[in-house]
C-alpha cells in the first residue's frame, strides 16, 4: 500500500472510475451531521480566497483504493476499499456545483462535466462514463444527478421514478444534492459589491496555478499591481483577477540577463535538467518536444556523479534469458542480442539502484514506452496495463494493446 496526497480535482481527473464494492453499505451521509460540517468549511475556504486570505486546502480525510484489473478499452478502474460517503459525497457537490453554473450559463459548467463523466473511448458506455459507481440500490441515484442536467429534471427523475414509496429506498445521495444546490446558488448569487457570481464560482472552484506558485523556487517573477503581487504565496488570486489586471510573468531578472547574454546558455541548462530527471532512452523527446535541440554538455552532471554499474546490462538481460518480458523479442546476431535493453523499474535518476531486481529486459520499443509512462506492472501478479491514450494503425496497436492485462514474461 503506497500512501499519496491527491486534491478532489486530481482524484477524479482523467479517465478513471471508482467502483463502490457490492459489501459497502448504503451512502447515508445526511445534512445534520457531515454535509453541513463540510459545505461550512468549503464555503469559508472560499470566502477567505475572496477577500485575498491565506487558506489552507479543505482535507478530506483517508481513500483507499485498490486496482482493478482492465482490458482493451476498458476505463481504468479502482475498488474503493475505504472512504466511499467521502467520495460519493464530493461527486454529489460536484454534480450540484455544475447544474448551478449552468443555470448562470457560467463557462464552469463545461469545466465541472470533466471531473464528473468520462468521455472518449471505452467498452461500455452505460456504466464507465460514470467516475463514481455506487452499489446497485444507490446507482439510480447517481445516474439520475449525471445525466438529468439540471435540478428541476432530477427532481422530476426523484418523483416519477425514485421515491421512496416506488423504491423502497429512502433517496438520501437525491437529498444531498438538494442540499448543496441550494448552498451553492445561495453562495454564488449572493449580494456583494466586491465580488462578482463568476468570481465566487471561481474561488468555490480554486485550482492550483503554476504560474503564481513557481515564484517561491526564487527563478520566476510576476509584475502588475502591487497588491496583488505582493500577496503571500498561499493567498492565490482567481484567475479572472489574474486576468483583469494584466500580471505577466517571467524569469527573474538577473537569470533573464544571464540566458540573453549567452543564448547557448539555454540548451546546456535544459540538458542538464533532463539528465537529471530523465532516462536515457526519452531525453531527446522531452528536449524536441520544448523545441530545444541537444547539446554536449561539459561538466558534471547529477547522472554523471552517481556511477553507473557497467555491468547492469548483462545482468539483467542474463536474468530474463536474453528476450524482452513483454513481448518475448530475443533477436540476435551470432551470440550478440539486437534490440534488447535493461530497463529501470525506478529511473537511474530518481536514485533507481543497478541492481536486477530494479531491472527489466524489454526490447528497444517496449522500454520507450514504459519510460514513457504508457504502461505500468501491477505488483503481486505482474500483469501490464496498457494506456487507454495509446493509439495508432491496427498494427501499432496491436504491439502494444496485445499484452494489456497479460503477465510478464519472467522465465
Known sequence: MKPFSRSIIELFDGKKRYVIPMFQRQYAWREERQLSRLWDDLKTKAERRLENKVTTPHFMGAIVICLLPTFGRQVQAYDVIDGQQRLTTFQVLLNAFRDVCRVGKSEFADELDKYIVNEGIMEDKTVERYKVYPTQVDRPQMKALVDAGSFEAVVAIEKAE?????TGVEPIMIAAYRYFVREIAKFVGAESSESKPEDRIEALFHRHYPFWHLQTDG???LNGPAE???RPPSATPTLTELRQNHVRGGFATPI???????????GIVARRIVDAHFPESIRGD????VGLAQVEVMGSTREAQRRRDPAFRAKVLMAYQYRC???GHDLRMGQQSIGLEAAHIKWFQANGPDEVPNGIAMCSLHHKVFDLGAFKILPGTYQMVFSQHLNG???ASHRMLAYHGHGMILL
Open 162 to 166: 425514485l421515491g421512496k414509496q416506488r
Open 219 to 221: 527563478i520566476w517573477q
Open 228 to 230: 496583488i503581487v505582493n
Open 256 to 266: 533573464y540577463k544571464a540566458l540573453k547574454a549567452d543564448p547557448e546558455l539555454i
Open 286 to 289: 522531452v528536449l524536441d518536444a
Open 325 to 327: 518480458a513483454v513481448c
Open 393 to 395: 494503425s491496427e498494427a
